[in-house]
């Protein structure tokens, strides 16, 4: 059974937009992440922080919407995604902080 996807935007401490994921990002909510990642975006600059510490899955979609924003985003990851993001590449395109 899929665990269901909540994204929560806001500003971190420091007024820096995020944009935090809770669930499983996989083909059947990709959509619905990549259109939350294209309006959390912000063109003044700063880095969107992406919170993936409370996400359980994360498919070859969800990964596509990340890879498309790589330079306007920074992402952060608990153990369970680390693996992925290093191996997928995304690692070597933006700022993954390990939690």
């Known amino acids: 059974m899929t665990t269901a996807l909540t994204l929560t ?3 971190d401490s420091a ?7 809770v669930g499983e ?8 992440f990549a259109a939350a990642l294209i309006g959390a975006v912000t063109s003044a600059g700063r880095a969107l922080l992406v919170d993936l510490t ?17 330079d306007r985003i920074e ?15 995304l690692a070597d395109l933006t700022t993954v902080h390990r939690r």
Do not use: C, K, R, W
């Open 75 to 89: 992402v952060v990851t608990g153990p369970l995604l680390a693996p992925l993001l290093a191996v997928s590449g």
């Open 15 to 21: 007024g820096a937009p995020v944009l935090t994921a």
């Open 54 to 70: 409370a996400v359980e899955y994360l498919d070859s979609a969800g990964l596509a919407a990340l890879f498309h924003h790589a």
């Open 9 to 11: 935007t806001g500003n």
């Open 25 to 32: 990002i996989d083909m059947s909510n990709a959509e619905t």
